[in-house]
């Protein structure tokens, strides 16, 4: 069975912060359309609603040590799939 990873970004929340040794971040939450519901995955990617995000298996690091969770692993911009599709390509 082929897993479906190229989820359409549906909204996008961001959040800028200071770690504990003074170093600014942004980390985005990216809500896409998973099985007909509205989920919800971080990433430290801009992203603009509209736009493809592809999501693969990942590790993390936690308080618990390394996890194993879904990751986005790359935001493709809402133009490049539609010129893909014309051209007949796939992601």
């Known amino acids: 069975m082929k897993e479906k990873n190229l989820f359409e970004?549906?909204?996008?929340?961001?959040?800028?912060?200071?770690?504990?040794?003074?170093?600014?971040?942004?980390?985005?939450?990216?809500?896409?359309?998973?099985?007909?519901m509205n989920t919800k995955i971080k990433s430290f990617q801009e992203a603009h609603i509209g736009d493809f995000a592809r999501i693969v298996l990942g590790t993390r690091k936690s308080v618990y040590g390394v996890e194993l969770t879904a990751v986005v692993d790359k935001i493709i911009p809402a133009n490049e799939i539609e010129q893909t599709e014309i051209k007949g390509g796939v992601f």
């Open 9 to 36: 970004v549906v909204g996008v929340n961001r959040y800028d912060g200071t770690s504990r040794i003074g170093k600014r971040y942004t980390i985005f939450t990216l809500e896409v359309i998973f099985e007909g």
